[in-house]
C-alpha cells in the first residue's frame, strides 16, 4: 500500500486556470472584443447535450459568449460543413467546436477537416493533430492538454518516466502520447488489440487510461507508487479506471468526476480566448 496518495484534484487546477483566463477576458472587453465559442451539436445524444451545455454555462460564467447551433438528427455531411463555413466567415466567432460523436451517417472527419485551423480550439484536424507533433500546436486537443496541465500544476516529473497510455483515439490517445514523447517521456500506446496488456500497464509510471470502458484498469495491473490519469467518463460518474482497487496503489490518481474533465473545460476556454487574442493582436 503507498503511503499517502495524493488526489488530483482536477476542479482546483481548472479553477486556477479560470482565474488566469479571467484577467485576460477583462482585457478583451475593455476593447469591445467579447471571445466567442460557437459548439454545434447534432442530434439529439443525451450525454452530449450535457457536454455542450456544461461547455455552455463555463463560458457564460468567464464572459465568453456562447453561441449554441443545434442541428437535426439527419443533417448531411454537407449541410454541416455549409453551417462551419458560415462561422469561419463570421469574423465574432473565435472558436469552433464540432461536439462528438455526430451521427453515423455523417463524414466526422470530413466535418472536422472544414474547421478553420486558426478556429480549431479542440485541436481535431489533422493539421492542428500534425503541429501537435512537432510540439507547436496553438490548440492541442483539449483533454491531452488537460493531462498535462494536471501533471504540471502538482509538479509531477515527466522526463524520462515511462508512460503507458491505453487508448488510440485521434483526439486523445494518440495526442496525448505525443504530448507526453515531446516532454521526455518513453511511451507505450495500447489498445484493444494488444496482448498482455495488463503486464504493459504494470511497467508503467504514468498510466493514461482512454479506453472507453468502465472501471477496466485493475488495481493488480498498477506498479506500486504508479500515477494514474483517468480520461474515462461512463454512465454512473465511473472512468476507465477501477478507483477503489487503484487508490491505495498509486502515488497520484484523478477521481471520476472532477478529474480530468474540469480541466478539459477550462483548456477549451482557454484556447478560445488564446483564438481571440491572436485574431485581434
Known amino acids: 500500500m503507498y503511503a499517502q496518495t495524493l488526489i488530483l484534484d482536477g476542479n482546483r487546477v481548472a479553477n486556477q486556470i479560470k482565474e488566469d483566463l479571467a484577467a485576460r477576458v477583462g482585457q478583451l472587453t475593455a476593447k469591445g472584443i467579447q471571445p466567442c465559442l460557437a459548439t454545434i451539436l447534432v442530434g439529439d445524444d443525451p450525454s452530449s447535450e450535457t457536454?455542450?451545455?456544461?461547455k455552455g454555462n463555463a463560458c457564460r460564467r468567464l464572459g465568453i459568449h456562447s453561441r449554441r447551433i443545434h442541428l437535426d438528427q439527419s443533417t448531411t455531411t454537407d449541410e454541416l460543413i455549409a453551417v462551419i463555413q458560415e462561422l469561419n466567415e463570421d469574423s465574432q466567432v473565435h472558436g469552433i467546436?464540432?461536439?462528438?460523436?455526430?451521427p453515423h451517417h455523417v463524414d466526422e472527419r470530413a466535418a472536422f477537416?472544414?474547421?478553420?485551423?486558426?478556429?480549431?480550439?479542440d485541436g481535431v484536424t489533422m493539421?492542428?493533430?500534425?503541429q501537435n507533433a512537432f510540439g507547436i500546436a496553438s490548440f492541442p486537443s483539449c483533454t491531452p492538454a488537460a493531462i498535462i496541465a494536471i501533471l504540471d500544476h502538482y509538479q509531477i516529473p515527466i522526463a524520462g518516466k515511462h508512460a503507458v497510455v491505453i487508448g488510440r483515439s485521434p483526439i486523445l490517445?494518440?495526442?496525448?502520447?505525443?504530448?507526453?514523447?515531446?516532454?521526455?517521456?518513453?511511451?507505450?500506446?495500447?489498445?484493444?488489440?494488444?496482448?498482455?496488456?495488463?503486464?504493459?500497464?504494470?511497467?508503467?509510471?504514468?498510466?493514461?487510461a482512454a479506453v472507453g470502458k468502465p472501471a477496466f484498469v485493475q488495481g493488480?495491473?498498477?506498479?506500486?507508487?504508479?500515477?494514474?490519469?483517468?480520461?474515462?467518463y461512463n454512465p454512473g460518474n465511473i472512468g476507465d479506471v477501477d478507483y477503489e482497487a487503484c487508490l491505495p496503489i498509486a502515488?497520484?490518481?484523478?477521481?471520476?468526476?472532477a478529474g480530468v474533465g474540469p480541466v478539459t473545460?477550462?483548456?477549451?476556454?482557454?484556447?478560445?480566448?488564446?483564438?481571440?487574442?491572436?485574431?485581434?493582436?
Open 51 to 54: 457536454y455542450v451545455r456544461m
Open 97 to 102: 467546436l464540432l461536439q462528438h460523436p455526430v
Open 113 to 121: 477537416e472544414a474547421i478553420q485551423p486558426e478556429k480549431d480550439v
Open 127 to 130: 493539421l492542428g493533430f500534425a
Open 173 to 208: 490517445g494518440k495526442p496525448v502520447s505525443l504530448m507526453l514523447l515531446n516532454r521526455n517521456a518513453t511511451v507505450t500506446i495500447c489498445h484493444s488489440k494488444t496482448e498482455g496488456l495488463e503486464h504493459l500497464v504494470r511497467l508503467a509510471d504514468i498510466v493514461v
Open 220 to 232: 493488480d495491473w498498477i506498479k506500486q507508487g504508479a500515477v494514474i490519469l483517468d480520461a474515462g
Open 251 to 257: 502515488s497520484a490518481i484523478t477521481p471520476v468526476p
Open 265 to 281: 473545460i477550462a483548456m477549451l476556454l482557454k484556447h478560445t480566448i488564446d483564438a481571440a487574442e491572436m485574431t485581434n493582436q
